[in-house]
């Protein structure tokens, strides 16, 4: 057989196995659906821990819900949540995250952007905040290990008020 020919074929065979390969193994980026990235994930394959916290207020000072919601793959935290009453003066309250050492460790007055609605209440809140939830929770030490000193909260100003941040187990 002529060698050019040869070549030709010899390339023609390459590109079949590599075409082979690249359908059988590899995840045609189209089908990444763009509103469920975890969708993404499981097909790569990667495992990522996540923690769902939940702080109730349902004392005589107020009456509300924050949730905070994140996952391993970046230091990042959803919040939402909603107050129904017991907030005096909208302009002075304040609302912030104190880890289980009773440091503050974010204050969210500014990024939740609240917006009240007349009656001591607010309308729903949410937001991305730049926060590793694991820390918030379990604190500096021992990774997944339940402080002992108390646990992370969610605390208010105007009136001062705070709730346990819980962990919604499944
Ligand atoms: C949190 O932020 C609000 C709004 O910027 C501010 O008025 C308040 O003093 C802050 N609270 C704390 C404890 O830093």
Same mark, same amino acid.
């Given at each position: 057989?002529?060698?050019?020919?040869?070549?030709?074929?010899?390339?023609?065979?390459?590109?079949?196995?590599?075409?082979?390969?690249?359908?059988?193994?590899?995840?045609?980026?189209?089908?990444?659906?763009?509103?469920?990235?975890?969708?993404?994930?499981?097909?790569?394959?990667?495992?990522?821990?996540?923690?769902?916290?939940?702080?109730?207020?349902?004392?005589? /000072? !107020?009456?509300?819900?924050?949730?905070?919601? $994140? @996952?391993?793959? *970046?230091?990042?935290?959803?919040?939402? &949540?909603?107050? +129904?009453?017991?907030?005096?003066?909208?302009?002075?309250?304040?609302?912030?995250?104190?880890?289980?050492?009773?440091?503050?460790?974010?204050?969210?007055?500014?990024?939740?952007?609240?917006?009240?609605?007349?009656?001591?209440?607010?309308?729903?809140?949410?937001?991305?905040? /730049? !926060?590793?939830?694991?820390?918030?929770?379990? $604190? @500096?030490?021992? *990774?997944?290990?339940?402080?002992?000193? &108390?646990?992370? +909260?969610?605390?208010?100003?105007?009136?001062?008020?705070?709730?346990?941040?819980?962990?919604?187990?499944?």
């Amino acid at each position: 057989m002529n060698t050019k020919i040869l070549y030709f074929v010899l390339t023609l065979i390459f590109f079949f196995v590599i075409i082979k390969e690249s359908t059988g193994k590899s995840i045609p980026s189209s089908n990444v659906n763009p509103f469920n990235p975890l969708l993404k994930r499981h097909e790569e394959k990667k495992c990522y821990d996540y923690l769902v916290l939940t702080a109730t207020f349902e004392d005589k /000072k !107020l009456t509300g819900v924050v949730t905070l919601a $994140g @996952d391993d793959s *970046k230091t990042e935290t959803f919040v939402y &949540g909603l107050f +129904s009453k017991g907030i005096e003066d909208p302009k002075k309250f304040t609302i912030c995250l104190e880890d289980c050492n009773g440091k503050i460790v974010y204050n969210l007055t500014d990024d939740l952007d609240l917006k009240f609605d007349g009656h001591g209440g607010t309308k729903p809140f949410c937001a991305y905040i /730049k !926060l590793d939830i694991f820390k918030f929770y379990y $604190g @500096d030490g021992d *990774k997944r290990k339940r402080q002992a000193n &108390g646990g992370a +909260s969610v605390v208010t100003g105007n009136p001062a008020d705070s709730a346990p941040a819980n962990k919604a187990e499944p």
